[in-house]
């Protein structure tokens, strides 16, 4: 039974006829990491993994959330609820966006389940608050525009979770459009859909199944970084509001006044961006071997300079670009851990594969897990 099938029959069990059901993917990203919250491009694709959400209406103004892969329940009633510091904290995180724009009076209870791994860098969070509003704004019958709908979520990331992020995961899992990367310009927040054509070649994600604890601290760090960074580089260029409008050149010239691990944080940025960009021209071109070499070097400015890699992953890139039968490989998301992202041939998946497999487990004693990637179309009702 497929998951959706699963929950509206969990939702019949418990609570009775339900009214919808909705899903939200979670996304990948070609290339352009920590460019996101510095103004810049991002290039990611939504892909199948997917949360799934069965709403209807409660008697009075009770809430229940079933989480269905954790086994957990809570219960809450409309207007009288608040961060609790777990899973339940995405949903009511949406919600409390939801309920400042709109009056609600009436409760919901919701069944929730999914197949996106979480702690892979593949936006499982962002994925359940964009189902969680697709849910609230069907059920309620009110219109969000896809643009609201991703801020909305990106807010409830910020107050109610706590993770100072940027729009990408979230805008990624709204906008999402099969066979397609988006070029999101994340200053301007709009977007272009570039065509992905891989040929005979996919997108295969190994999931180092490492999340280090640090990666939220780490990140917040790296804003801060990246934040004083542009107060310097104002100093002589006052125009300047975002690493975005930062040109290595400007970057050279005020490098005498900065701590060198900033400059080193900026220079990564403003690098990456023009790789993306890079990147979108030659997926226009066809030319997947310039991708490829592309995020090898993103992988290896984002070790070196923004340092935000791990062992683990630092070690997956290396295999990829040792064996020979990888075009690019780098590590996706926040950082310190989660999936690679590969480029490579359909026809060299297993054996790849398989040899990741006995060298990591040979070096870190645990087994990395694969996925092939697909990419899906956004958040929508089923
Ligand atoms: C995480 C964040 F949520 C994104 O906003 C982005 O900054 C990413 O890390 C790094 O590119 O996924």
Redesign the pocket.
Known sequence: MNISDRIAEEYRSRFGDSSIVVSAPGRI?LIG?????NNGF?LPAAIHQSVYICAGFSEGDECTLVALDLDKTYQFRLGEFASVGGWQDYILGVLHEFMQKFTIDRGFSMVISGDIPQGA?L?SSAALECAGLMALSNLYQVQLAPLTMARMALNAERSFVG?D?????QYASVFGKKDHVLLIDCMNETHREVPLQLREYCLLLCNSNVAHELADSA?NERRKQCRNGVDIVRREFPHVTSLREVSLEMLERTKGNMDPVVYRRCAYVIRENNRVLRVVDYLQAGDLPDVGQQMYEAHDDMKVNYEVTCDETDFLVELAHSSGKVLGARQM??GFGGCTINIIKNEDVNAFSDLVISEYVKKFGKTPTFITAETTDGTREL
């Open positions: 990203n990491e920590h460019t996101d919250y991002v860098g936006s993770l992020c940027g729009i990408m995961d990140y998301g926040g």
